[in-house]
């Protein structure tokens, strides 16, 4: 039987793994950072009211350019971010992962690195060997925060055509200050060849952040791009909608590599619809706030090191004991409970999730704490 590593594949892609979280059938999943509130139910009829105006006309292709969802995407920004942006300054894609992606194809490509700082998302080196873009991974201080004199260097050095600075930080949850990523920025541009270095903040769970947006850093900054999702804030990881805000000269660059009608015209009538419910679906964010921070405290309170916390799920731990993070991520999936095993040593990340389902959370980790002291 054939197998991967017979076939012809890049060399690059030889020994990676896909990307991916266990799904598995338990009581309580916490591993994925979804948002645990479903959609309300006048939204769910406004999306079907949408969608059947929509199949009407999927005999034709759909708005190539979304032009109307890009406006409301730039209104949307303005008005919680403090930053006005217009639509040419948008551009939206299957999720934020394909707009990271068509960024890698614009600016990075054989020949070209890309630079992030780790531990992050890891999806940030796959998708830049995925396009043959070479990967660099930067450093973080042990609290995980960006030590900015240590970025420095490390743009000197590599001289990368592309950085990530993903904040709030996916699996740790910290968040970036902006004098930060201008740095980083700066830096980036030093180092560049010829136009400069594209720098993109990925800003994924910016809505659950105790900082304000980074987006009014883009001003007289045309390298500067700020990454967005519908899957955190507006609880649609079924939609697939990422859009990011940047020069409209960054958006015309990504439009010569995006694929033909990439956006359906389901995909924009639900998007549309979601977007007329803002102010509901930002209500359950604010909850999960709430939740966040009190997993923050009952973690600490129940012995756990706890990484403090800009997104919606807490990197906790220190678990350097026999068997490490992994054990105590299996002891708790015993306990019917499922959380991320992301691969940082010693340490764990749960999705704040609703407040019934974070109690079972917090008694699964007592519970192990305390079978753990035996």
Known sequence: MTVLEDLPIRDELRGQSPYG???????????????PYPLPEELVARIAERVAEAARGLNRYPDRDAVELRTRLAAYLTRTCGYAVNADGVWAANGSNEVLQQLLQAFGGPGRTALGFDPSYS????????????WVSGSRREDFTVDVDAARREIARHRP??????????????????????????????????KGALVVVDEAYGE????????????????????RTMSKAFGAAGLRLGYLAADPAVVDAVQLVR???????????????????????????????????????ELRAAGCEVTASD??????????????????????????????????????????????????FLDAVRAVMKENER
Not at 167 to 183: H, L, M, Q, R
Not at 271 to 295: C, F, I, N, P, Q
Request: with cysteine.
């Open 208 to 227: 659950f952040s105790h900082h304000p947006s980074l987006l009014p850093l883009l001003r007289d900054r045309p390298n500067l791009v700020l990454s």
């Open 123 to 134: 999806m940030h080196a796959l998708i830049a060997r995925g396009t043959g873009t070479d």
């Open 311 to 360: 997104a919606n799920f807490v990197q906790f731990g220190r678990f350097d004991g026999e068997g490490g993070a992994h054990a105590v991520w299996q002891a708790l999936l015993e306990h019917g409970v499922l959380v991320r095993d992301n691969g940082v040593p010693g340490r764990l990340r749960v999705t704040a999730g609703t407040p019934e389902e974070n109690d079972a």
């Open 21 to 35: 979280a266990p799904q598995l059938d338990v009581p309580v999943r916490l591993n994925t950072n979804e948002n």
């Open 259 to 297: 694929l033909p009608y990439h956006l359906s015209a389901v995909t924009q009538a639900t998007a549309l619809a979601a977007l007329e419910h803002t102010d509901t679906l930002l209500g359950y964010v604010e909850r999960l706030k709430s939740e966040r921070d009190r997993l923050v405290t």
């Open 161 to 194: 055509h592309v950085v990530f600075v993903c904040s709030p930080n996916n699996p740790t949850g910290t968040a970036v200050e902006a004098d930060t990523v201008v740095a980083v920025y700066d830096a980036a541009q030093r180092a560049a060849r010829g």
